[in-house]
């Protein structure tokens, strides 16, 4: 059974500010507060894990231990089967130190050709507390890549992922509606388990 997180400020152990909106927007209705790594002043630990769920224990843990608070982390990613999987775990670093997802976009683009546009965004959330216990929770969404990317909304790859059974992509969609399908949602309703009673 889920460590229960009873209320109380949740450290998010992220720099990313996409992700940091969304993750509070999806716990806020718990009653809990959050605050960022970087306000707590804790940088960002290296991401040395070889998957999804290694990286995201790796994080949370790292800024659990440094902050005195339980914290929740998140490692994401776009994985494409005719690209062997990339970006996968190095979603991010594609897009180079500048964050140039657009650049990174075009990449993706680039390899992938006229290959198959089949594709997933898989996210990995780890609730980790200052006394080294950690839960992780692995959502993922099915779907496929759209040329060129489509809407303004959203960050990372969002402008080029459709899922499956939708014509909007991620781009597109209103907060909300993304929020009720996605790979961060389908792994915040089983980490939900540690909030207690759903709102």
């Known amino acids: 059974m889920a460590r229960r997180l009873a209320g109380g400020v949740l450290a998010l152990a992220?720099?990313?500010?996409?992700?940091?909106?969304?993750?509070?927007?999806?716990?806020?209705?718990y009653g809990i507060k959050t605050q960022s790594a970087a306000s707590l002043g804790v940088p960002e630990p290296e991401e040395t894990g070889a998957t999804f769920e290694e990286n995201a224990c790796l994080k949370a843990l790292a800024v659990a231990t440094a902050s005195g608070l339980p914290a929740l982390a998140d490692d994401s990613g776009l994985v494409v089967?005719?690209?062997?999987?990339?970006?996968?775990?190095?979603?991010?670093?594609?897009?180079?130190?500048?964050?140039?997802?657009?650049?990174?976009?075009?990449?993706?683009?680039?390899?992938?050709?006229?290959?198959?546009?089949?594709?997933?965004?898989?996210?990995?959330?780890?609730?980790?507390?200052?006394?080294?216990?950690?839960?992780?929770?692995?959502?993922?969404v099915e779907g496929r890549l759209t040329f060129p990317p489509r809407g303004t909304r959203g960050f990372g790859y969002d402008p080029i992922f459709v899922a499956a059974g939708r014509a909007e992509t991620f781009g597109e969609m209103a907060p909300a509606e993304k929020h009720a399908i996605s790979h961060r949602a389908m792994a915040f309703r089983l980490l939900a388990a540690c909030f207690g009673r759903a709102p």
């Open 81 to 140: 089967p005719a690209l062997g999987g990339a970006p996968g775990i190095y979603s991010a670093r594609w897009a180079g130190p500048e964050r140039d997802f657009a650049a990174a976009m075009r990449r993706v683009e680039r390899e992938l050709g006229e290959r198959d546009q089949a594709a997933s965004f898989v996210a990995a959330l780890a609730l980790a507390w200052p006394d080294g216990h950690v839960e992780c929770f692995r959502g993922e």
């Open 14 to 29: 992220t720099h990313n500010p996409g992700k940091l909106v969304e993750i509070a927007d999806l716990v806020e209705p």
